[in-house]
């Protein structure tokens, strides 16, 4: 049997939601998909539960166990372990309404060229079913690249669910460091949209939970001598302006000034942020910015202390 969608979910001791999510698997209209279940160290019973589950289950179940290095990694072992030319990354603490599966396959099919896209970008909604964010424009899948991926970054489409192409999605997987074990999911999705196509739905792929403890995400330190912002900023000045030539002088300005901003945080020097950016034109904007905006960060931590004091 051919494998048209692989659900990718990275797992973290979430035995206790991961049944919520298979049974919206279960209630699927098109079944013709795989589900692809990492579990990124768990110390619950996800090993147990999952082993039960594929045995019911009306399609296939591939159970993975590593050590513990973040939702990133574990996504990039279920995306080289997936089958499918599709593949959906699935939160554990999530679901999917029922007809996910065969609207994108569906919309996939009526792509002229589905080989030069990289996803299809869907929607997330609540529990009670609102939207999460706003709605795009009408003719979103009208308006030139440049104008698109503007909106993406600048207007507040939250929470985005996305069906990638899979051959795509290997070609370009999360950075992976053992000093972090979270990387933001831009770090990628920023380089994709300034190479490939993609199709605009507000459809919803995902329901989203909110109040849920332990996300894999947010499982330990975010960040210990290395800043998850600070490694997509760099990304933006290394590699993605290069290539994407819809960023605004305004836009990269704030970026640089978000990128200062990560690193003061964790205590990297000037001299370590010229050593990381490969341009000296962005380096002489990261020295003419680097004071006021450390000066900005030690008072924004001041202020906070203060707070946290007054509330204790």
Known sequence: MNIDVSVVTPTYNRANTLPRLYKSLAAQTNLN???VVVDDGSYDDTRELIAKLKNEAPFPVHYFYKENGGAHTARNLGAQKAKGYLILNMDSDDTMPPDVVEFGLKTWGKLEDSENYAMINGRSVYENGELVGKKFPSRMNLLPA???KRLMRNKHYNECCE???AKIW???PCPESNEIKFVVEGTVLFKLRAKYKVYYVDKAFRIYYLGQENQLTKQGPVYETLNPAYLFYLE???HIFSIDDSFTVYEKCNYMIRLIYAAVRVGTSLREIRADLNKSADYIWAALLYLPVKLCA???GT???ALQVKEQ
């Open 170 to 172: 290997k070609e370009h």
């Open 33 to 35: 998909f795989e589900w």
């Open 236 to 238: 933006l000045f290394n």
């Open 298 to 300: 030690k008072a924004i």
């Open 303 to 305: 202020a906070n202390c």
């Open 163 to 165: 069906f990638y192409n």
């Open 146 to 148: 440049r104008k698109q």
